[in-house]
């Protein structure tokens, strides 16, 4: 299927299988994502907008299937970046950069005019992730998706433990914000109901929420880098653990889609 062949190209053909494997399961959903809207709307161009996409690794793949994207960063430099990797692609003319930030997303972009926003890596950062949360969902067209992509506290308690690093587990564990120390990088991790909290009142529903990474990150990437049949193996077992519901709040990112809600249409009419 042409399905499968995209899958494969996307993550097989990488330099590195470990990265690779890193981003498949969210390419996948995505690539789901992409389809339905298309098939919804019966537009084959659809407007996406990549919240805090840096350089473009998902702008600019997104963009080579025929989408217009628009990528809202604070970064210059990685926007600069952004437009020269698409310029390289052959994309320069779908890919949109605007220097800005996730408080002032939809002074930038304006209010639904997107049929896909990723937010992914920026909710543990900004001041107020429930206000660019919200934001996100704002920019979309009724019907359109958010996809919202975090760090999660277990997949890191895991993680420090499985390093020896038992204080540090502890506190992220208990920590309100999921770090584990004033050296942490990430300000905040979350799990499951903090990233839905975030979204309390807002016209969505949830339509995915998955693991990403529960075993990849822990392993030596030696196990993977030379052997493309570990790579494939590895990958199989990627996508079972994603969903499954005892162990999807171990990996060590959560991936959550939601779309936007629908008004109904006229009284009397089909809407």
């Known amino acids: 299927m042409a399905q499968d062949s995209l899958r494969t190209r996307r993550w097989a053909l990488r330099a590195d299988p470990r990265t690779a494997v890193r981003t498949a399961v969210v390419w996948e959903l995505l690539d789901r994502l992409l389809a339905q809207r298309r098939s919804a709307t019966g537009r084959a161009v659809l407007d996406v907008i990549d919240l805090g996409g ?14 217009r994207v628009t990528v809202v960063d604070p970064s210059p430099d990685a926007l600069a970046a952004l437009q020269r990797r698409a310029a390289e692609a052959g994309v320069a003319d779908l890919v949109h950069a605007e220097q800005g930030d996730a408080a002032g997303l939809i002074d930038v972009v304006g ?54 690093r038992f204080a540090e587990a502890q506190r992220l564990l208990h920590d309100p914000s999921g770090r584990f120390g004033d050296a942490d990088p990430l300000p905040r991790r979350f799990d499951q109901a903090s990233v839905l909290a975030l979204l309390d009142g807002a016209p969505v529903r949830v339509c995915e929420v998955h693991g990403v990474r529960l075993v990849t990150d822990l392993l030596p990437g030696a196990l993977v880098d030379a052997d493309p049949e570990a790579a494939e193996a590895l990958l199989a077992l990627e996508r079972d653990v994603a969903g499954h519901p005892g162990l999807s709040g ?22």
Do not use: M
């Not at 840096?54 to 963009?63: K, L, N, Q």
């Not at 990112?253 to 936007?260: K, S």
């Open 54 to 67: 840096g350089t473009g690794g998902f702008a600019v793949p997104i963009a080579e299937l025929g989408h």
């Open 111 to 164: 209010a639904a005019g997107a049929d896909l926003v990723l937010c992914h890596g920026v909710l543990e950062y900004v001041d107020d992730p429930a206000a660019a949360a919200n934001a996100a969902v704002a920019a979309l067209r009724p019907g359109g998706f958010a996809s919202l992509l975090v760090a999660q506290r277990l997949g890191a308690v895991l993680s420090r433990a499985l390093a020896g």
């Open 250 to 271: 171990l990996a060590a990112a959560l991936h959550v889609v939601v779309q936007r809600d629908t008004p109904p249409g006229p009284a009397g009419g089909s809407g």
